[in-house]
């Protein structure tokens, strides 16, 4: 099985609104990044956060890393159309090994 | 600058052929990884080289296979192909030595039906 399950699965939201998306892994890992996906197409890189970091943020978006709990948390401020995609966590382990969690779909209603 | 290229965009073949599918990646970019993502599901890993060399394999039977060229442009190799194959396969490169361990930049992917 994948190493990072993600929910929710779907989420519906108004635009203006926040969206928050979580992720769960199982082994330890070195670094966990998030990824947007659009209509099935190939990913784009949102952020990376290393293991020994809790927080990071980048233009609207904020992510945080409890490895304590192995939990990984992606918020989207002011939520705008474009931003309907799917978005993948990933998990880096000290073994060299990618996993991609389930994914979320996004979608924003304008 | 180009980003991840990869052709063909879109195939079609039949059970118990060949492909192979192409990558180069961004100019400068030593690292190329492979992933299989079916439909409805996250990207799965199946290879990472760097500077030429595996540096890293998913759990995908020896039927899938790859090599990387001194232009570090990389290729794809499934064998014997069965209908769970059918996929959008993804390439992805990085910049350091770092491999996975860094930021991927995603190629837009080629999308494989088996029929």
């Known amino acids: 099985s994948q190493q990072g399950e993600e929910d929710p699965q779907a989420l519906s939201i108004q635009e203006g609104e926040n969206a928050t998306m979580n992720c769960s892994y199982k082994t330890s890992i070195n670094n966990l990044q998030w990824y947007r996906q659009n209509s099935g197409r190939g990913l784009v890189h949102l952020i990376l956060i290393r293991s020994n970091e809790r927080e990071k943020h980048s233009g609207r978006l904020r992510v945080t890393l409890d490895t304590s709990k192995k939990s990984s948390s992606l918020l989207i401020t002011a939520s705008r159309a474009a931003d309907t995609a799917s978005y993948f966590c990933?998990?880096?382990?000290?073994?060299?090994?990618?996993?991609f969690g389930t994914g979320t779909s996004l979608t924003v209603i304008p | 600058d180009a980003g991840v290229t990869q052709s063909p965009t879109h195939l079609i073949k039949t059970r118990g052929q060949h492909v192979t599918l192409r990558c180069s990646p961004i100019s400068g970019h030593k690292s190329v990884s492979w992933y299989q993502q079916v439909l409805g599901q996250g990207p799965q890993f199946i290879f990472q080289y760097y500077e030429k060399e595996e540096r890293g394999r998913g759990n995908f039977p020896d039927r899938f296979s790859a090599r990387q060229f001194p232009n570090y442009s990389s290729e794809l190799n499934v064998n014997a192909l069965l209908l769970g194959d059918s996929a959008l396969y993804l390439c992805?490169?990085?910049?350091?030595?770092?491999?996975?361990?860094?930021?991927?930049?995603f190629g837009p992917g080629t999308r494989l039906l088996v029929l």
């Open positions: 992805a490169s990085t910049g350091g030595g770092q491999g996975l361990q860094e930021t991927q930049y």
């Open positions: 990933a998990t880096v382990t000290k073994g060299n090994q990618f996993y």
